[in-house]
């Protein structure tokens, strides 16, 4: 049992106690601690044989082993068609034994919040408020003893202490459930589904932060938001939002229309460039963009016994001979997905399966997710000894699938450089020679000298991974939170290499971008909230297309495509021109007093 409940032994003699200075920690006890003192209060892990660190050790070794035993043995019974009634000595003990340990553990969390109410409310056989002398110390045989006083040393700094900040709550209601969440009987995360109402429960959340914390939240709007909208979707545990400005760069002529393009940045300089772009390429007549690929990826990884197997099985979906069965297995999870192809890979006995389907206006992940498990379900049937790694049904809708990393997604990867993801976007205009010099102020050969040492020789060098571009990722993270898609997705969709060339005897300029695996959707996820909505609106692909599904994500991958063209076109010829810096310091540079608006 744990010794510091021990009650507090007999003090010795006073002759004892003015021995040698070896007895300089058995000083005498003030007289508010005496052996009448009263005993702990009991605890209900005093019942236990042994301490509960190690009972709970045992319990969860006992409960994870038997389980993972019974798994094994299900798995074995299943490969050999042995019915699973029928159960071994070993089999019974160690059901058993799951049994005894789930509801040992069951208990121990009763008992855990029992003992918490107990410890609260019972009187310290060890407290020392009364006492006059506050240096006080349990030596090694739990005695209590004072301790002479410290030396004189230099006090060590402490941060500024945080007056507790208290908003007035439009109820008492609201401020008991706020007093709960701070003293941790009310989690923060269930007050959704407790309240009802994910407002009340966003600015309850809030004050509880902003109590518990010590800091304002001041400033951080929260008024005007409709959190109902993102209640399972999109962010957990709201307290407000964040305002991003969005601007506008237009109008981008592309494929004969013309587009105002919102973009939501923090980066000055970021919009009146990529305007200027565009402002050059509708002069020249406009750009064209040819979609040449779109499909989404999933990929999970699976493991046999042997390497062989592992091939027989990638012979097996890499066979034309199977792919129309696959298809139809595959195509049952949604209207919209179409299997369009496998690829796989192999390391040792573990096999990569990349599966790459449409999605419709959808980015798609999902629906590649729910075709990917139909498949893997299916191929269970031929290939029983196959174990799909880390895959399970709480996780296989969201990422379990997706644990290979051959997809891949959000990870700078050479497989969506090379074979593409999502939308894959050719982009390409014509700028004619006047407007290189009058609009952008330079000349078509310094435009084309400078694209080939940085984009092309200086990525090179640099060992850049679809980064041969000059700031593709500025304009597609902009666009991307304006319009509701997925941030972290830029890492992929920023791919891009930007060409340019001298054309029609050396006057005008052809400049390109090739992207070959933008993530974008027009429905789902973010797209869904209102401000996004109306940004997509404003480019008129809002929500899935009527006419021809998948027409508005694609019209959206062109425009994001576009975007990026006029924005390399205009930061090369700030750059040739030696106009980078200026622009920034005139544009990018606040002129306000820092320190008068801190304060």
Known sequence: MDTRRRPPKPRRSNSSQDGGGHHLHQKRLPPSIDNSSPSPPPKASDAL?????????????LFFSVAYYLLYRWRDKIRNSTPLHVVTFPEIAAIISLMASFIYLLGFFGIDFVQSFITRSSHDAWELEGSDNPNFLINKDH????????ASIDPIPKLPNHETIITPLASVEDEEIVKSVTEGTLPSYSLETKLGDCKRAAVIRREALQRTTGRSLE????????????????CEMPVGYVQIPVGIAGPLSLNGMEFMVPMATTEGCLV???????????????ASSVLYADGMTRAPVVRFETAKRASELKLFLEDPDNFDTLSVVFNRSSRFGRLQGIQCAMAGKNLYIRFKCSTGDAMGMNMVSKGVQNVLDFLQADFPDMEVIGLSVFLHILSGVDIGNY??????????WISGRGKSVVCEAIIKEEIVKKVLKTSVASLVELNMLKNLAGSAIAGALGGFNAHASNIVSAVFIATGQDPAQNVESSNCITMMEAVNDGKDLHISVTMPSIEVGTVGGGTQLASQSACLNLLGVKGASREAAGSNSVLLANIVAGSVLAG???????IAQGQLVKSHMKYNRSSKDISTVAS
């Open 143 to 150: 005695r209590l003893v004072t301790c002479p006083p410290p």
């Open 407 to 416: 997809c891949s997604d959000k990870k700078p990867a050479a497989v969506n």
């Open 219 to 234: 400033g951080l709007p929260i008024e005007g938001f409709d959190y109902d909208s993102i209640l399972g979707q999109c």
């Open 272 to 286: 009146a460039s990529t305007n200027r772009g565009c402002k050059a390429i509708y002069a020249s007549g406009g």
């Open 49 to 61: 044989p042994l301490p509960l660190y190690l009972t709970n050790a045992i319990f969860f070794t």
């Open 568 to 574: 390399e076109l205009s930061l090369m010829a700030a």
